[in-house]
């Protein structure tokens, strides 16, 4: 079966492997299913050439029994697809065959289409940029924003019992000059020795 795309009467552009038939520059394609896309081929093959009946069935078809009926189903489905309502590009030999009159080019040079982006979608993508930028901003100021010294009262009591207030170096923090045990009743006093 033929691989390379190639072209029919140069309006048909066929494309074996992805099994599709689009005509000229019309925006319309036609995909053809496995067995029609090799019924074509082997009739390119064969370009004004009898095809006959028996080949086509074998070649297409496997020799199955009840071949006849869709052989005839699909030279009508492939004469829809490229208008050959009078039946010249596929003619039909009575009780033989089939021959493919066609002007067929193997090479094809394929138009190169600029991908244009719509505005509306430019501004989206700028819009879910800008978003995105906002949130990286703001959780990086949370993440490395440098700590207060917010002393709680936990740490209030971790200096008190670490420095010593009498030692004149920190300051006392027992403003009201309250002793301890005035604070707290259950609290021993030191006992010096």
């Known amino acids: 079966m033929i691989e390379q795309p190639f072209l029919i009467n140069d309006l048909y552009l066929v494309n ?26 082997v ?12 080949l086509l069935t074998k070649e297409v078809w496997d020799n199955y029994g009840n071949a006849d009926e869709g052989l005839t189903q699909a030279v009508s489905y492939l004469r829809k697809i490229f208008n050959d309502n009078d039946k ?12 493919l009159n066609a002007v067929i080019q193997t090479t094809v040079h394929h138009e190169r289409k600029e991908t244009v982006i719509p505005k509306a979608k430019i501004q ?18 949370f993440i490395f924003k ?40 259950n609290a021993s006093p030191d006992v010096k020795k």
């Not at 492997?17 to 074509?40: A, C, T």
């Not at 009739?43 to 028996?54: D, G, K, P, Y």
């Not at 010249?88 to 021959?99: A, D």
């Not at 009262?153 to 309250?178: C, F, H, L, M």
């Open 16 to 41: 074996p492997l992805l099994g599709l038939v689009k005509q000229g520059n019309q925006p319309k394609e036609s995909r053809l299913e496995p067995r029609l896309m090799h019924l074509l081929c």
């Open 124 to 141: 989206q993508v700028y819009l879910i940029t800008a978003i995105l930028i906002v949130i990286l901003v703001v959780s990086g100021y």
């Open 43 to 54: 009739l390119v093959e064969h370009n004004r050439q009898l095809v006959t009946r028996e």
């Open 146 to 185: 440098p700590a207060k010294n917010n002393r709680q009262p936990a740490d209030v009591i971790e200096n008190t019992r670490q420095n010593n207030p009498g030692d004149g170096k920190t300051p006392s923090t027992n403003p009201d000059k309250i002793p301890d045990t005035a604070k707290n009743p």
């Open 88 to 99: 010249t590009l596929i003619e039909t030999v009575p009780k033989k065959g089939y021959v």
